[in-house]
Antibody, heavy 124, light 111 residues
Framework: QITLKESGPTLVKPTQTLTLTCTLS??????????VGWIRQPPGKALEWLAL???????RYSPSLKTRLTITKDTSKNQVVLTMTNMDPVDTATYYC????????????????WGQGTMVTVSS | QTVVTQEPSFSVSPGETVTVTCGLR?????????PSWYQQTPGQAPRMLIY???TRSSGVPDRFSGSILGNKAALTITGAQADDESHYYC???????????FGGGTKLTVL
């Protein structure tokens, strides 16, 4: 069974750096074509794609947020980590990680399986 | 900035057919954008319904279908059911530099 689970702080202060971890189960991020991405959703608002890392360590970032984001992977731990610097109250959202290229071919560029999400509030 | 457009909301009666579209503020959507569609109910993570324009994900009822209509991607629900009351999001792949862009979502009410 393929699952993803997000973890990290529920509350961060403005200007702090957020670090979120996505723990993967049932597949390997070292498999060709596989990627894991991060998507967020502010309360009552739409989904927003943030970043994705591929099996070969290629990385993609949202153009509007790329200066603040870093995505890394630890294949031995089956984890993907997202850091976001200089957090602001507008970054308050549920943060999801999702797979790409695990159950359907990667070139379809779809987010097949999602974690349950983790809510992060930015407030002093 | 790439903006993906969706209708904010639709309201249908059970059994009716509804089509939700996914467009680009500038330009046309094509199969090369690999449109995919997601269903999200309150408090839940999104669930993939359709990928690569028109391929249903495993376990998705066949009343859900995807297509390209004119210059937009489209999700059609044929014979909407009460269970289909959800938010629906599309996402387009815009190439290496922009990568993925989500639409603003469509809230479907079935009553």
């Amino acid at each position: 069974q393929i699952t993803l689970k997000e973890s990290g702080p529920t509350l961060v202060k403005p200007t702090q750096t957020l670090t979120l971890t996505c723990t993967l189960s049932g597949f390997s991020l070292s498999t060709s074509g596989v990627g894991v991405g991060w998507i967020r959703q502010p309360p009552g608002k739409a989904l927003e794609w943030l970043a994705l890392i591929f099996w070969d360590d290629d990385k993609r970032y949202s153009p509007s947020l790329k200066t603040r984001l870093t995505i890394t992977k630890d294949t031995s731990k089956n984890q993907v980590v997202l850091t976001m610097t200089n957090m602001d109250p507008v970054d308050t959202a549920t943060y999801y990680c999702a797979t790409r290229g695990v159950t359907v071919p990667g070139y379809y560029n779809a987010f097949e399986i999602w974690g349950q999400g983790t809510m992060v509030t930015v407030s002093s | 900035q790439t903006v993906v457009t969706q209708e904010p909301s639709f309201s249908v009666s059970p059994g009716e057919t509804v089509t939700v579209t996914c467009g680009l503020r500038s330009g046309s959507v094509s199969i090369s954008n690999y449109p995919s569609w997601y269903q999200q109910t309150p408090g839940q993570a999104p669930r993939m319904l359709i990928y690569s324009t028109d391929t249903r994900s495993s376990g998705v009822p066949d009343r859900f279908s995807g297509s390209i209509l004119g210059n937009k991607a489209a999700l059609t629900i044929t014979g909407a059911q009460a269970d289909d009351e959800s938010h629906y999001y599309c996402v387009l792949y815009m190439g290496r530099d922009i990568s993925w862009v989500f639409g603003g979502g469509t809230k479907l009410t079935v009553l």
